[in-house]
């Protein structure tokens, strides 16, 4: 009962305030959207011995480490909804990985990026793989999705509806979710021939969703983040293994360090709920006190003043 009252409290304060008619002060104006990649699965060292011409040509191009930690739940739904609410599972609520228990609300219980941005008027897209990501969409939180109606759809269907939305309404904030290195790891093991046959597949797939935003006029003023949501061993991922629970990051775009390995830094630790962060920073989103995730200020090509001064 306290989480479907939390969520209707959550879902009530939303819907009472109305989008800004001017959006925040951003702290690097070069940068007017951000868009989320997130690859089901993908353990960091298969990426780097795979065929993966798009994910290592943003490696030169922009900031990453191998070394960045899912939740310790390290399982899809649950790790996806860290990364876009800066919280781990037991403060969002969504500890579930199917259909969501009949007892409480589908949605999470503390507020998505898309329902934030919303909030400050910018448009907000996503498109997935697995139709258990409608938890995301809470009335009034995107304005284009493509959620499918089976359990999981195929990298193809979705980089073909994903690219869609972007060639034809150029959203602020967008989310992209490809299930086929997950689905073979699940069929055939982490690591398998299948699934390295999978990653090169779904890195020709983020290649076309980078093409769609070049036609679109957007590439040039937009955040990428590329991540996982866990990675895996044998033929399952699951509680705090250490190689289900590392996952890439990687950022690129204007204003970010170009080929720059964020564990020169031994004092950082990236995690997925800083992704949400970061997204914030940059969008000029207001973070909430008891949000976990940080901004990864380090990716940025700026004097470290400028980032201190710039509003959160």
Known sequence: MRNIVTAFLVTLCLAASAPSAEKPARPFPEIERVLIVSIDGLRPDLLLRGDTPTLHGLLDTGTFTFWARTTEMSITLPS?????????PAKHGVVWNKEAPTDRSPYPDVPTLFEIAHKYGYTCALATGKSK?????????LDWDYIPDKAKTTNDDVVQHASQIIKAHQPQVMFVHFPGVDSAGHAYGWGSPQQMAEIKAVDKALGQIITATKLAKT?????LIVTADHGGQGRVHGPNDVRSRHIPWIAAGPGIRQNYDLTRIPSLTVNTEDTFATACFVLGLPIDRNVDGKS???????????????PR
């Open 133 to 141: 990501f409608d938890t995301f969409n809470r009335a009034g939180a």
């Open 219 to 223: 590439f040039n003023h937009t955040l």
């Open 296 to 310: 990864v200020f380090m990716i940025f090509d700026a004097p470290m003043q400028l980032l201190v001064d710039s």
């Open 80 to 88: 996806h909804v860290s990364m876009l609410t800066g919280v781990p």
